[in-house]
């Protein structure tokens, strides 16, 4: 079965340069979750959109932004890259009225920003 | 202070022990509970998924909610090698389109 594509899966960057990260959803989920990882931290929810807008928003930088395509995928844009952003990023998707259980994680991009 | 605690272990047990992990949380409105399992470098699989006080139980595992004490536990029963993994606990006051709060999460060494 389809899963939850995340590219690229390893990105390197440098300090004060810009990262997209994209996510493509399972085939007709209209949700998606973006949370930020550090090393052996707990994931923080960052953003969600439902049906190409936002939907809820937690700890995303000012310097982050984000979209849902007409195709439901998403990119996370990341810019000004600080040493503290690297991290993994995980997103999830969900179907469109959905319970918790139904939340599909993909298997991240990490980012080492040097 | 952290919504959601969680030992974060290491934890190292041999094969066929009995493994108990644990979370405490403070927000009462939490009324769904979660344990995803995470292998190093790859994204949290659900393992179990729980939302009333009380015992589920899926095969060698079992998901323990008390909503009164704001703790849940999840039990892994003949562990294997398979199973040595990072265990994050995760809790939602809603279902649906809504973000989680997962605990730190908990390494799990299981020695053959």
């Known amino acids: 079965a389809a899963g939850v594509i995340q590219s690229p899966r390893h990105l390197i960057k440098e300090k004060r340069e810009t990262a997209t990260l994209k996510c493509y959803p399972i085939?007709?989920?209209?949700?998606v979750y973006w949370y930020q990882q550090g090393p052996g931290q707990d994931p923080q929810f960052l953003i969600s959109?439902?049906?190409?807008?936002?939907?809820d928003k937690g700890s995303i930088p000012d310097r982050f932004s984000a979209q849902q395509f007409s195709d439901y995928h998403s990119e996370l844009n990341m810019s000004s890259l600080e040493l503290g952003d690297s991290a993994l990023y995980f997103c999830?998707?969900?179907?469109?009225?959905?319970?918790?259980?139904?939340?599909?994680f993909g298997s991240g991009t990490q980012l080492s920003v040097l | 202070q952290k919504e959601v605690e969680q030992d974060p272990g290491p934890l190292s047990v041999p094969e066929g022990a009995i493994v108990s992990l644990n979370c405490t949380y403070s927000?009462?409105?939490?009324?769904?509970f979660m344990w995803y399992r995470q292998y190093s470098r790859k994204g949290p699989e659900l393992l179990m998924y729980?939302?009333?006080?009380g015992n589920k139980e899926d095969g060698r595992f079992t998901a323990q909610v008390d909503k009164s004490s704001k703790y849940i536990s999840l039990f892994i029963r003949d562990s294997q090698p398979s199973d040595s993994a990072t265990y994050l606990c995760a809790m939602s006051a809603y279902t649906g389109r809504r973000a989680l709060t997962f605990g730190s999460g908990t390494r799990l060494q299981v020695q053959p």
């Open positions: 999830a998707s969900s179907l469109r009225g959905a319970t918790n259980e139904k939340l599909f």
């Open positions: 927000n009462s409105a939490f009324q769904y």
């Open positions: 729980t939302y009333s006080s």
């Open positions: 959109f439902y049906e190409k807008m936002q939907s």
């Open positions: 085939p007709r989920h209209d949700t």
